[in-house]
């Protein structure tokens, strides 16, 4: 009997065991920390981008400079779409405060709608600077202005990317607390990129036609 003892004893020492976390593995605010070291990797990009745009923005190479080129009111418009997309953006934020799913993808619907309406803008604009041959290859001024605007436009379809897929989640799981954590990030993202923009509009587009 005690051979049998030790043998079944031998057994459930080598039988595999089981753990059990009594909560989620994942840290407080870890999610948000690591955001913000990305957004931070995201500012050192876009810095070097306008301190080469500073120093090649005027070597026209004999060609077109910003004041030939630049339609102000045309970037006004587009500028006025990007900022509208983040207030709407706060709005998704109450609604998820709110625990509204509905709200919150209604809100978030139309921030897309805005984020689309700056890219078809911005792509039209590229479309005739390079119609009227101002296009990245003919100047250093206009391959360091379509680096900087075309980086940021980039920022923006990923983030739109990131928007209807969020919104699918949400809409498949609701505000659940990983769907929370996700939209907060893209609100920082977005918010960035309106930063970012701003920089832009005042550096490029108003020093430019100056």
Known sequence: MSNTHINAGGAAALAPREYHLAHEPHPENGTSLGFWLYLMSDCLIFAALFAT???LGRNYA?????????DLSLVAVNTAF???SSITFGFAMLQKQ?????????WLAITGLFGLAFLAVELYEFHHLIHEGAGPTRSAFLSSFFTLVGTHGLHVTFGLIWLVTLMIQISKHGLIEANVRRINCLSMFWHFLDVVWIGVFTFVYLMGVL
């Open 53 to 55: 745009y500073g120093v």
């Open 62 to 70: 004999a060609g077109p400079n910003g004041k030939e080129l630049f």
């Open 82 to 84: 990007l900022l509208l």
């Open 98 to 106: 709110q625990k509204n799913v509905k709200g919150t993808l209604t």
